[in-house]
């Protein structure tokens, strides 16, 4: 089965071109001057539209289990979703809890992703209990490919790692070649302000936000970074969401220092001011770390075009307002804290290109080509090439759209933009060949999606 793209502007990290794209069975045959090939078994007109590399979402958590309740999408509606929106690979926690192996940990969320995914999928490990049996371990996950770790310093008593961990992990990762991710906070002391307002009365879900200042989060970045640099390691932050962390990495950066890092589409469109809606509307809006004063967007943006912050991901764990968010009435610190996106991520980046923030190949290379690199798929995914996996999304520039609960794929009673009206929108999406969503229909199947065992980071080679 043959399928030409033609006519459209084909755009990677490195620039855009006019161009034909013929795909052949899962992977793309040929990038072509427009006309070169006439004919295929299936055409795809795309005048006037991007022809962009399917979006790779690094930062997923599909049935995460949390605060006593799991997130709201499965891998089968979660990558649903994602294909809904231009994405074509996300690559999902496994979450080991204490006292257990992160062998087993890995087959378990084998066993809840194999068959149910829509598109492709990756994962990364969730270390909470760090041994010698878990050190020992990373080594057998690296040759199951699962290569990058992530780490807490916030969330004590449940995920969280202490220094010295913390130090044994990045010593075993430098020795490996793979990659520690870090959920960079000060929990020690974000739990004692938390526990000082609620028993002052402060209860509502804006405290959740003013609890977990961004000095905290900024002094979490600056102590992982000094750990790693101590061991040699490389650090990837997850989610920064500050000036405060974003200083600290620039500077890491600035010395040549192995250190990268990744933002979220909420911490570039929504704000402090979200989480104090009233009626207990904020508590849509609690993830951790929670959303900023908006004057730190400008920096974030700033730090997307500096590339001090290399890849925008979703940190997408969604929870129900009813039954699930409502958990926290009365007390905002048992609020699950998570937030929808892995459908509107490739949208909401487009308002940037929109905007000026960003460039047409910088939205392409911060949610695509950077990504597969960071995590070992390059040039397989994140790139129309010759060769590639024919992960292809046909984008109208000039489309709009209204973002509502009422019309998104995401399995979550609420949208956070909700009403919002965006310029652009996925026209068609192809994962490996098979036309997934076209026509404003879906056409996949939950069956599709293939586990990616990944390679180590290529920017550490």
């Known amino acids: 089965m043959r399928t030409l793209i033609r006519n459209g502007t084909v755009v990677n990290a490195n620039g855009a071109v006019a161009a034909d794209v013929l795909v052949d069975g899962e992977t793309i045959a040929a990038v072509t001057a427009p006309g070169v090939f ?11 539209k991007y022809v962009l590399p399917g979006g790779i979402d690094a930062h997923t958590h599909m049935e995460m289990p ?67 049996t878990s ?40 020795e490996t070649g793979s990659m520690i991710m870090m959920h960079a906070e000060n929990g020690i002391a974000i739990d004692q302000l938390v526990a000082q307002a609620i028993a002052s009365g402060r209860t509502d879900p804006v405290h959740h936000g003013i609890t ?27 989610h920064l969401s500050s000036r405060h962390a974003l200083t600290a990495v620039a500077e890491a950066r600035d010395t040549g220092q192995n250190v990268f890092a990744e933002t979220c ?48 991901s979703t940190d997408h764990c969604p929870f129900c307002f009813k039954d699930q968010k409502e958990l926290g009435r009365g007390d905002f610190s048992k609020i699950p804290n998570g937030m929808p996106g892995v459908e509107h991520r490739m949208d909401l980046l487009h308002q940037g290109v929109v905007r000026g923030e960003i460039t047409l190949a910088r ?18 995914k994140g790139v129309i090439t010759a060769g590639a996996d024919a992960d292809i999304v046909v984008y109208d520039p ?11 794929h995401m399995n979550v009673d609420y949208s956070a933009y909700e009403g919002w009206e965006l310029t652009g929108r996925v026209d068609a999406v192809l994962s490996r060949g098979s036309v997934v969503v076209s026509g404003g229909e879906f056409h996949g199947r939950e069956s599709h999606g293939k586990f990616l065992a990944r390679e180590l980071s290529q920017y550490l080679n």
């Open 135 to 174: 050190l020992k371990e990373m080594e057998s996950c690296i040759d199951a490919g699962v290569n990058s770790f992530k780490m807490f310093m916030a969330y004590p008593g449940v995920f969280y790692a202490t220094d010295g961990e913390i130090l044994l992990a990045m010593q075993k990762a430098t």
């Open 38 to 48: 006439p004919e295929a078994d299936s055409i795809i007109e795309a005048a006037g």
């Open 265 to 312: 589409p909420q911490y570039l469109f929504l704000s402090l001011d979200d989480l104090a809606r009233p009626d207990f509307e904020g508590s849509k809006f609690v993830c951790s770390p929670p959303l900023r004063p908006k004057d730190h967007q400008s920096d974030l943006w700033r730090g997307l075009r500096t590339n001090d912050l290399c890849v925008v």
């Open 363 to 380: 939205w392409v290379e911060i949610s695509s080509a950077t990504p597969a690199r960071m995590f070992g798929l390059y040039p397989r």
């Open 66 to 132: 949390f605060g006593g309740t799991f997130s709201a999408d499965t891998f089968a509606t979660g990558t649903t979703a994602a294909a809904w929106g231009g994405t074509t690979t996300i690559i999902d926690f496994a979450v080991q809890a204490k006292g257990t192996s992160l062998l087993a940990t890995l087959d378990k969320w084998h066993e809840k992703a194999d068959g149910n995914c829509a598109v492709d999928y990756g994962f990364h490990m969730i270390i909470s209990d760090v041994n010698d």
């Open 212 to 238: 977990r200042p961004p000095e905290l989060e900024g002094e979490a970045t600056s102590r992982a970074i000094q750990l790693a640099k101590v061991t040699g390691a490389p650090l990837y932050i997850v």
């Open 398 to 408: 000039a489309a709009t759209q209204t973002l509502s609960a009422a019309t998104h």
